[in-house]
C-alpha cells in the first residue's frame, strides 16, 4: 500500500477536503497537499484551509511553510513534496497528494523544473525587451534565437514566451532543443504507482457550492483577514496577492470595487477557475483510474 501515490483532485469546490480526510484515514495516510496557496502563512479563509481539527485528524504536509510577502514557486514545493514523500514512506505510511494547482499537482507525473540556470542579466534583458516592445518585441527576440522555431509554446502568453527566452538565451540552445531535453527527463516517483483519483459534481450543484464557499468566507472575516495580510506585505507577492479571493477582496479595500460587488466577483472569478481547471485536468493529467461522483 505505502509504495503508492494516492493522488486525489477535482476543481475549486469539488469537495476534495473532505474526501481526502476520510481517504487518508481509511488507508493510514498522511496527505501532502499541492494547492499553491496552502503554502503560505495566514492565507487561511480565502484559501479554504483545512482547520485546525481537520489538520489534527490526518498530518499534512506543504502547509503554511512560508511568509506571505516571500514567492513559492515549483521548485521549492518539489523539494517540499519529495521529502515529505521520503519522510512519511520510512514511517511506514500511506501517501495522500490532494489539491487543485496545476504544476504542483503535474510534478508527481512529470518533470515540471527546469534545470536551466538563468542569471539575473539575462531576466533583466528579457524584462527590458517587454516593457519596451511588449509581446511582439519578445516573440521577435525569440524568433531570432531560435530560429529552428518555437515548439509547442504558447506565444500569446506573454510571461511563457518571456520564459522561453530567457531559457534560450541563457543556455545558447533553440526552444525546440530545450524542449526536446525536458521531454527526456526521467519521471519523478518513477519506482511508485500512481493512483489518480478525479472528484466531479455536476456544473449546477458545483456553482451552488461556489456561491456559498465565497459567502461563507467572507462572514467568516475574509475582509479582515485580507487586512492583516496587506500590513504583512502581501502585494509584495503576486502570487498570492492575486489568488482568487484575494485579489478581490484587495481591489474592494483599495477602493476599486464596492462591497456589495464583492461577492459576485469572487463567484465570477472563481467558475473561471473552475472551467480552466477542468480543461487543464482533461489534457494535462493521465486518465484517471476512478472517477468519483459527489
Not at 112 to 122: Q, R, Y
Not at 171 to 184: C, D, I, K, T, V
Amino acid at each position: 500500500m505505502n509504495n503508492t501515490l494516492h493522488i486525489i483532485t477535482g476543481t475549486t469546490a469539488a469537495g476534495k477536503t473532505d474526501y481526502a480526510l476520510a481517504y487518508a484515514e481509511s488507508i493510514d495516510a498522511e496527505i501532502i497537499s499541492c494547492d499553491a496557496s496552502l503554502v503560505y502563512k495566514g492565507m487561511d479563509i480565502g484559501t479554504a484551509k483545512p482547520t485546525a481539527s481537520e489538520l489534527e485528524r490526518v498530518r499534512h504536509h506543504c502547509v503554511d511553510l512560508h511568509a506571505v510577502d516571500q514567492p513559492f514557486d515549483i521548485t521549492l514545493y518539489e523539494a517540499c513534496a519529495r521529502k515529505a514523500v521520503n519522510q512519511i514512506l520510512a514511517e511506514g505510511r500511506s501517501v495522500v497528494v490532494t489539491g487543485g494547482s496545476g504544476f504542483y499537482l503535474k510534478s508527481f507525473f512529470e518533470p515540471v523544473v527546469d534545470t536551466v540556470i538563468v542569471p539575473s542579466e539575462v531576466r533583466n534583458q528579457v524584462e527590458a525587451i517587454y516593457d519596451q516592445l511588449g509581446l511582439r518585441g519578445l516573440v521577435g527576440e525569440l524568433e531570432r534565437v531560435s530560429p529552428e522555431g518555437m515548439g509547442h509554446l504558447d506565444v500569446l502568453n506573454p510571461r511563457r514566451v518571456q520564459r522561453a527566452l530567457e531559457r534560450c538565451l541563457a543556455s545558447g540552445e533553440s526552444l525546440p532543443a530545450l524542449q526536446e531535453a525536458f521531454a527526456q527527463r526521467p519521471k519523478p516517483y518513477a519506482s511508485m504507482k500512481k493512483h489518480l483519483i478525479l472528484l466531479e459534481r455536476e456544473a449546477s450543484a458545483l456553482k451552488v457550492r461556489v456561491s456559498q464557499r465565497a459567502e461563507g468566507m467572507l462572514k467568516e472575516g475574509l475582509i479582515d483577514e485580507v487586512k492583516g495580510l496587506l500590513d504583512l506585505g502581501i502585494e509584495k507577492n503576486p502570487n498570492a496577492a492575486g489568488a482568487i479571493g484575494y485579489r478581490e477582496t484587495i481591489a474592494f479595500l483599495k477602493g476599486t470595487i464596492k462591497e456589495d460587488e464583492l461577492h459576485a466577483l469572487i463567484v465570477k472569478n472563481t467558475q473561471a477557475l473552475v472551467k480552466k481547471q477542468r480543461t487543464w485536468m482533461r489534457s494535462q493529467l493521465p486518465e484517471p483510474d476512478e472517477r468519483i461522483r459527489l
